[in-house]
């Protein structure tokens, strides 16, 4: 079965640094997606892209966030500056039909920020 | 705005028995979609089942199914048979309708035991 596969599945960074987390979506979808659990808490959108364009984000996703489809297969998330409260489990998602077919999410990247 | 409420924080049952999760939602669009995803200790994020609003038969997967009220605006997930791998976080979710790149809104999560 077609898989949504992130790497790294962990990563631990120092506070102010940047970090690029990195996903391979499903080859025939379209839509891509960011979301974000911090630990113990709920699963949050973060921004969602199609056509080489953001479609939509969310207040969390703010000027130190950007996401990027540098390639053709790979979709990428960077956080310019991190800070501690960026520490989560980041989850990438994608789909074919948008949102009608149901979303593939990725294993997730955990980022722990020190 | 959509919200997304599961008023069971965590949940413990024995193997072999009845599970009933609850889920409330809060809208005012009438075409939409709803989910129940399961997360395991690995973390990841996999879909359970999923409703249309549309639909008024309730959708089941195996051991899966809901009741889906809609006027009572409320999504319960029902696992009949519970397992040990059946144990995880399960979030109800909400997605309206009205784009194809729509975002997914999630409850807090209920945390289901599964006791041998």
């Known amino acids: 079965e077609p898989e949504v596969t992130q790497t790294p599945s962990h990563q631990v960074t120092q506070m102010g640094q940047e970090v690029i987390l990195r996903c391979v979506p499903i080859?025939?979808?379209?839509?891509f997606y960011w979301y974000r659990q911090i630990l113990g808490q709920k699963v949050e959108f973060l921004v969602s892209?199609?056509?080489?364009?953001?479609?939509?984000k969310s207040e969390i996703f703010d000027d130190q966030f950007s996401v990027e489809r540098p390639d053709g297969s790979n979709f990428t998330l960077k956080i310019r500056s991190t800070k501690l409260e960026d520490s989560a489990m980041y989850f990438c998602?994608?789909?074919?039909?948008?949102?009608?077919?149901?979303?593939?999410f990725g294993s997730g990247t955990r980022l722990t920020v020190v | 705005a959509q919200t997304v409420t599961q008023s069971q924080p965590e949940m413990s049952v024995q193997e072999a028995e009845t599970v009933t999760l609850s889920c409330t939602y809060d809208?005012?669009?009438?075409?939409?979609?709803l989910f129940w995803y399961k997360q395991p200790p690995s973390r990841q994020m996999i879909l359970v089942i999923r409703?249309?609003?549309?639909?008024?038969q309730n959708a089941t997967e195996n051991r899966f199914s809901v009741n889906f009220q809609k006027a009572a605006k409320s999504f319960s997930l029902k696992i009949s048979d519970s397992q040990l791998g059946d144990t995880a976080m399960y979030f109800c979710?909400?997605?309206?309708?009205?784009?194809?790149?729509?975002?997914?809104?999630f409850g807090s999560g209920t945390r289901l035991s599964i006791r041998p």
């Open positions: 998602a994608s789909s074919a039909e948008g949102a009608l077919g149901g979303y593939t």
């Open positions: 080859s025939n979808h379209l839509y």
């Open positions: 892209f199609y056509n080489n364009e953001i479609s939509e």
């Open positions: 809208t005012s669009e009438s075409n939409y979609y």
């Open positions: 409703q249309e609003a549309y639909k008024q």
């Open positions: 979710a909400f997605m309206k309708h009205d784009s194809s790149a729509s975002k997914i809104i």
